[in-house]
């Protein structure tokens, strides 16, 4: 990514910032993508991701405050970004493949990691943001070593408020476990309605990015995939 200078001659790093200094909200997926997701699974997830994106880019304001990162759960114990971060109108949802064991723990240390990279960067370059969000999506649960210890660590930065961690489960998947990572009580999606999902954090995300700076956090209405 190239830098550019201002009027003045000094570097402004990141052009999407120079060019777009709109306050900023980041959301961070972190998405299960083991074996038990292949099929129907997997086909239903990579469908809401390419409404995820089409729903963004058609709203003008959320496609240039919303920044998303995407972090793949898969292998024996690898967590991987398959989208690093980028604002909504730049985004191209990726194809997700499933594979390989359930390690929420690493995914979810890594997404503290880029969260906290993140917040580096609007502050170098002059950008404000709102509190950083991260759904967790899983059909399972954790599988790697120490999970238990990375998901506290999730649950202390929601405590200072340092982001707002949301666990969503599909079928089959252990909401006990999955509530460890969460100060909130984890969601159940109905059947394979990600598509819905999607749509419903695409809504919530611009509305947020649009509310005012000291407004409450908050969720639209999530009976269109949430297993009552």
């Not at 190239?2 to 777009?20: M, T, W």
């Not at 611009?206 to 949430?226: T, V």
Request: glycine content about 6%; some cysteine; hydrophobic content about 40%.
């Amino acid at each position: 990514m190239e830098n550019q200078k201002d009027i003045s001659g000094d570097i402004i790093p990141y052009v999407e910032f120079a060019d777009n200094a709109n306050e900023r909200t980041p959301c961070v997926l972190v998405l299960d993508c083991s074996g038990s997701m292949r099929g129907e699974p997997i086909k239903q997830l990579n469908a809401g991701l390419s409404a995820l994106e089409k729903e963004l880019k058609a709203d003008i304001d959320a496609s240039s405050r919303v920044q998303l990162l995407i972090i793949k759960a898969c292998g024996k114990d690898e967590a991987v970004v398959s989208s690093d971060w980028i604002d909504a109108m730049n985004f191209t949802a990726p194809v997700m493949e499933a594979g390989g064991l359930t390690p929420l723990g690493k995914a979810m240390e890594l997404a503290l990691q880029k969260i906290e990279e993140q917040k580096c960067l609007y502050d170098s370059c002059g950008v404000t943001f709102k509190r950083p969000w991260i759904f967790l999506i899983s059909d399972g649960e954790p599988t790697d070593y120490g999970w238990e210890q990375a998901a506290e660590k999730c649950r202390y930065a929601q405590q200072n408020k340092k982001v707002i961690i949301h666990a969503v489960g599909t079928q089959g998947a252990n909401l006990e476990k999955l509530a460890k990572f969460s100060l909130m009580a984890p969601k159940r999606l109905t059947g394979l309605k990600f598509t819905e999902f999607f749509l419903w954090l695409s809504r919530s995300v611009s509305c947020i990015s649009k509310a005012d700076p000291h407004a409450d956090d908050f969720l639209e209405d999530i009976n269109d995939w949430n297993e009552q």
